[in-house]
């Protein structure tokens, strides 16, 4: 690197900017498409307007774009930063962008299904909820045992990699995860902790997480 370039004087490549673009992108655009149905609904309800875009077919339109999106702008991971803190809210907000991410994918199918039997509470329709379920988790699990970063863990710039026993870590550290989740209240008190890395769910699985450029 030269030492009159750019990236050696800003301590930036132009790599490193069009990743924190793309992150800053995806993190406006993935819960806008996330709860762009919801809006939509609430929205022609409110000024009286009949539907003149079915529901399921707008949910899949929006599906096709994120996926088409997601391959066509997608966020490299950058460079390992070991010394960087990652945040606990950092932690949370991947999480709830990989929730956006798999809501936007899996909703619509799961709305199609649920068209089909007469009941909701059919067991084709709880079979298929199911199946989005473990596959959420699987995702999360291999995030850990591969030390490859989520498409939310993208978006908040870090990684999680196990310390040892890959499966076993990824696996308590989803359990334990989403323990932390359901008591956000209490787990976001770590923030104002300096000790806050590494979470307390990292250390019961054996799991770093790691900043990323």
Known sequence: ???TSEAFLTGRSPESDR??????????ATPVLALAPQIYHSTLQLI???EFLPPLLL?????ALFLVGARTIPIHRGQDLPH????????FWAVLFDVFAWSIVAGPFIAAVRRIPPDPTAPITLGIVGIVMVSFVARSIRAVATGRPSFGQRV???????????????FLNTVFGAIAYAFAPVTLLQIRKTDAQ????NRASDVKAISTD
Do not use: D, E, N
């Open 198 to 201: 590494p979470a307390w769910w």
């Open 1 to 3: 690197m030269k030492k």
């Open 48 to 50: 009286g307007t009949p």
């Open 19 to 28: 990743r924190h673009s793309r992150r800053l992108f995806w993190g406006v």
């Open 59 to 63: 949910q899949f339109a929006i599906c």
């Open 156 to 170: 908040m710039s870090y990684r999680s990699v196990a310390l040892k026993s890959p499966m076993k870590s990824g």
């Open 84 to 91: 960087a803190r990652v945040p606990v809210s950092t932690r």
